[in-house]
């Protein structure tokens, strides 16, 4: 660093002196060939990061996320080419999957349980919160729960499905304890609710909110809920993991 | 396909949503250029603004403020650090120390004037290189062409830090573009 008046040379270069400052930059930028040469540098270190390719937009499916058009007031509507299309869709996966992979019904998901799980995963992201055990063992997460519910919850190690299991704490669901499980995916948490449900298995149903995915279904006399930021894609991968491994 | 199912909402949280659209989502790029700055690579950016969009959702009702874009991207950048301290805490600390890293000297050489006519692929390189610290404050600068002040309150720090950072980041990159030296990936955090 050869002058002082250097150290105002980016705040010039940025608009950010004022007027005297500036203009005092200016004699000094005629006067020297050294700040004069840096300035012509920076000037094209400008210009050269102002290259569009730099700027990188979100992508479309990020956008269409967040653009979602303001949800129905009534009930949902859906054109009936796409409910026929949805109609094959589901046709073809009950030909090629196991049965419980069936998406859709609007009103599966009760609107309250959705809400609850939602906030209880908001909570749980909040700092010091998400975990009451913290472990990668399902031997250690399961005792952990022992004398804390009125029953054994179901703790599952999906690492290998890439869902690495975190660890586990207690949450309420509609006024009672139940199991919240906590499982990663890249820097992403998903909560997985459970309690004991009566009645027969139920099909796994998806509920979307801002961004949330919420996936509800009824499995052996447990009723699960999981709940992450993650796609939806990715997050029926998880239950699909999550039921599909013996425990 | 999608086969979801939208939940009813209240009117005032429908309100709140078109708020939300209209004040928020136009920074959507924004959030997503300074995310992917940040975490270089295109799935975490996507992690870090879906988390961010919806804090900001979720604190919408706090912001009084009269510029979303720097709300947002505030958002964004704490979405960052608090994302990536839960999932690798070894590298929440950054390496950067502004004393370790005196100013080189600016003066120009030949060479450095021929090399900075530079491809998009190189000045990519040389930015993801960049200790997080100077990127950010460059990045807000030269891509979002936020003012001091504006980066200021982003990132939390005082005006004569962001100037001092943008100054060093500057040339830092210059550097980087000029040499090329290969021990600039010790910077590499991946």
Known sequence: MTCDESRLLHAYLDDELDAAQSAQMERHLAACPVCAAAQ??????????????LYRRAPDALRR??????????????????????????????????????????????????????????????????????????HTVKPWFEGKLDFAPRVKELAEEGFPLAGGRLDA??????????????MHAINLYQWPADGADTPQAIARRHGYTVIDWRQGGMRFVAVSDLNEGELKQFALAFDNTPH | MTIDAPLLPHRAEAAANAR??????????????????????????????????VRALRYFDSFHGTDARVWLLAIVRNTFYTLRARHAPELARDPLDDEAHPLIDPGPSPESVALLAVDVGALQEALARLPETWREVLVLRELEECSYKEIAAITGQKMGTVMSRLARARERLREELTHRPKEGRRHDLR
């Open chain 2, 20 to 53: 939300f659209q209209a004040l928020v989502l136009p920074y959507l790029d924004a959030a997503y250029n300074l995310a992917h700055w940040l975490t270089r690579n295109d799935a975490d950016a996507q992690d870090v603004v879906q988390e961010a969009m």
């Open chain 1, 40 to 53: 012509r540098e920076h000037e094209r270190l400008r210009k050269a990061l102002a290259q569009p390719e």
């Open chain 1, 173 to 186: 669901i509609g006024g009672r304890s139940v199991a919240a499980l906590v499982y990663r995916r890249r």
């Open chain 1, 65 to 138: 996320q967040w653009e979602a058009p303001p949800a129905p007031v009534a009930a949902p509507r859906r054109h009936p080419v796409a409910l026929a299309a949805a109609a094959g869709f589901i046709g073809a996966l009950l030909l090629s999957t196991p049965a419980w992979l069936w998406l859709a019904r609007p009103d599966a998901a009760p609107a309250a349980v959705v809400d609850e799980a939602i906030s209880g995963h908001l909570r749980s992201l909040q700092p010091q919160h998400l975990m009451d055990v913290v472990s990668t063992d399902q």
